[in-house]
């Protein structure tokens, strides 16, 4: 679990490499991303989500998995995870040499169905197998639950329906709950709505969240966030990202606009932002030529 709420430190997991070029569609060369995760690893981000074990007709830019992940500079104290959507994911993972999985369900049927080709219950019956391997492997295991506020095809999303699936998953035996703001939506108030509602069950100290930034809201949700107890949270250098199944996703929060954020509130990430800046700035300026060579 996450470092709970009493501690002035916060940690920031990178999600670029996965979440952040997911969405790319001209595909990046191996040696960017392998360049990108080891300019990460060497601010001392404690944690980066380097890539996905899917399916690569689902996320064709990510079909570079295991070569991204077994050409990375692997640092001690950085835990390098991967994306896992079912059996043989984990299976690949495992052999990749990952430190962490993320496996992932939607709080919603819509996106459910367009991102993973499943209903909710389908989804839940193939990670539980995976989570199940991933423990007996003493693998930690991230839980992503999507669209926690709301959904591109179902609207908005019912706290307590975020509730039941956050308890599945700890059932299942997750060993950290990440929420994720799939369409960038949350305000500070739906943020707090929905740590209302998971107050019985997980405190905000133990889990992690997952902002994107389409409204503008997201440093805002973030320090309300910060107030409630949360001390985890998920970020992208530049900003860059999105997800191909939800229309309208844009860019994940800026690691380097919700660090200088977290200082700011009187935190401590232990990050240095204008570093990671500079990290941002370099990725965005290799997808910006790779867009502009095929245009
Ligand atoms: P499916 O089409 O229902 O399953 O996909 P399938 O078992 O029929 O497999 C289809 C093909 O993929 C087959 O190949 C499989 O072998 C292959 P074929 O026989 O046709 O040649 N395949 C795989 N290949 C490599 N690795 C695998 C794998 N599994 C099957 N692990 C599946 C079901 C779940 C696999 C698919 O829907 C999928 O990969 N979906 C992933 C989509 C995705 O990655 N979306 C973005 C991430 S989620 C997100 O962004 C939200 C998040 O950021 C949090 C937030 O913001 O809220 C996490
Ligand atoms: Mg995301």
């Keep these: 679990m996450t470092q709970g709420s009493r501690s002035n430190s916060v940690r920031i997991t990178e999600v670029g490499p996965r979440d952040?070029?997911?969405?790319?569609r001209e595909l990046v060369p191996v040696a960017t991303k392998i360049q990108f995760v080891d300019r990460l690893s060497e601010l001392g981000i404690p944690e980066?989500?380097?890539?996905?074990f899917v399916s690569a007709k689902w996320i064709p830019q990510l079909g570079d998995a295991e070569e991204v992940l077994c050409g990375i500079i692997r640092r001690p104290r950085?835990?390098?995870?991967?994306?896992?959507?079912?059996?043989?994911?984990?299976?690949?993972?495992?052999?990749?040499g990952v430190d962490k999985i993320a496996i992932f369900v939607s709080a919603t049927e819509g996106f459910s169905q367009r991102?993973?080709?499943?209903?909710?219950?389908e989804v839940l019956?193939?990670?539980?197998?995976?989570?199940?391997?991933?423990?007996?492997?003493?693998?930690?295991?991230?839980?992503?639950?999507?669209?926690?506020?709301?959904?591109?095809?179902?609207?908005?999303?019912?706290?307590?329906?975020?509730?039941?699936?956050?308890?599945?998953?700890?059932?299942?035996?997750?060993?950290?709950?990440?929420?994720?703001?799939?369409?960038?939506?949350?305000?500070?108030?739906s943020i707090s709505l929905l740590y209302e509602a998971l107050s019985p069950i997980v405190a905000p100290g133990d889990t992690?969240?997952?902002?994107?930034?389409?409204?503008?809201?997201?440093?805002?949700?973030?320090?309300?966030?910060?107030?409630?107890g949360v001390r985890s949270f998920d970020a992208s250098a530049g900003g860059i990202g999105?997800?191909?199944?939800?229309?309208?996703?844009?860019?994940?929060?800026?690691?380097?606009?919700?660090?200088?954020?977290?200082?700011?509130?009187?935190?401590d990430p232990g990050l240095d932002y204008q570093r990671v800046a500079e990290v941002g700035r370099w990725i965005r300026q290799q997808l910006a030529g790779l867009r502009g060579a095929s245009a």
Excluded: M, W
Excluded at 20 to 24: C, V
């Design 125 to 189: 019956a193939r990670i539980a197998p995976v989570v199940s391997r991933a423990r007996s492997q003493s693998l930690p295991v991230r839980g992503y639950v999507s669209c926690v506020i709301a959904c591109p095809y179902d609207g908005p999303v019912d706290p307590s329906q975020v509730r039941t699936l956050c308890s599945r998953l700890l059932q299942l035996g997750v060993s950290e709950l990440d929420l994720g703001d799939t369409i960038g939506v949350a305000d500070p108030d």
């Design 78 to 96: 950085t835990i390098y995870s991967a994306l896992v959507p079912n059996e043989r994911g984990l299976e690949s993972a495992l052999q990749a």
């Design 115 to 121: 991102n993973t080709n499943g209903s909710i219950e």
């Design 20 to 24: 952040g070029l997911q969405n790319e």
């Design 48 to 52: 980066i989500e380097v890539t996905s």
């Design 242 to 267: 999105g997800c191909p199944y939800a229309p309208g996703a844009p860019g994940n929060v800026a690691t380097e606009t919700l660090t200088k954020a977290i200082i700011d509130a009187g935190f």
């Design 208 to 228: 992690t969240l997952h902002l994107h930034d389409t409204t503008g809201h997201a440093i805002a949700t973030a320090l309300r966030a910060l107030e409630i």
